[in-house]
Nanobody, 124 residues
């Protein structure tokens, strides 16, 4: 079992940056692949980024590639999502997720544990 708590959301102007954090507690953090998803009002939750259990591989949705970066600090049991060049359409609740699977996936069913989410609002 692992508990996930996101932070770092807020209001930012288009073109700005935010860094989201997700602190994990419980079982050994390094034993989990980690992902970020987001859900905009009226839309389904969608994949944003993921990092493998080994931390050697990262994956991104096409819509955020080149703008967002996922990283981890195993000593702090934390996964980050650095978001640059934000668009208004990046506005959503962002969720952190963890998976025990060796290969991280890009769908909701690929993940076993979820945080409560943090709101990101990008204004014009």
């Amino acid at each position: 079992q692992v508990q996930l708590v996101e932070s770092g959301g807020g209001l930012v102007q288009a073109g700005g940056s935010l860094r989201l954090s997700c602190a994990a507690s419980g079982r050994t953090f390094s034993g989990y692949g980690m992902g970020w998803f987001r859900q905009a009002p009226g839309k389904e939750r969608e994949f944003v980024a993921a990092i493998s259990r080994s931390r050697a591989s990262t994956f991104y949705a096409d819509s955020v590639k080149g703008r967002f970066t996922i990283s981890t600090d195993n000593a702090k049991n934390t996964v980050y999502l650095q978001m640059n060049s934000l668009y208004i359409e990046d506005t959503a609740v962002y969720y952190c997720a963890a998976t025990i699977r060796v290969i991280v996936g890009t769908t909701i069913k690929d993940y076993d544990y979820w945080g409560q989410g943090t709101q990101v609002t990008v204004s014009s």
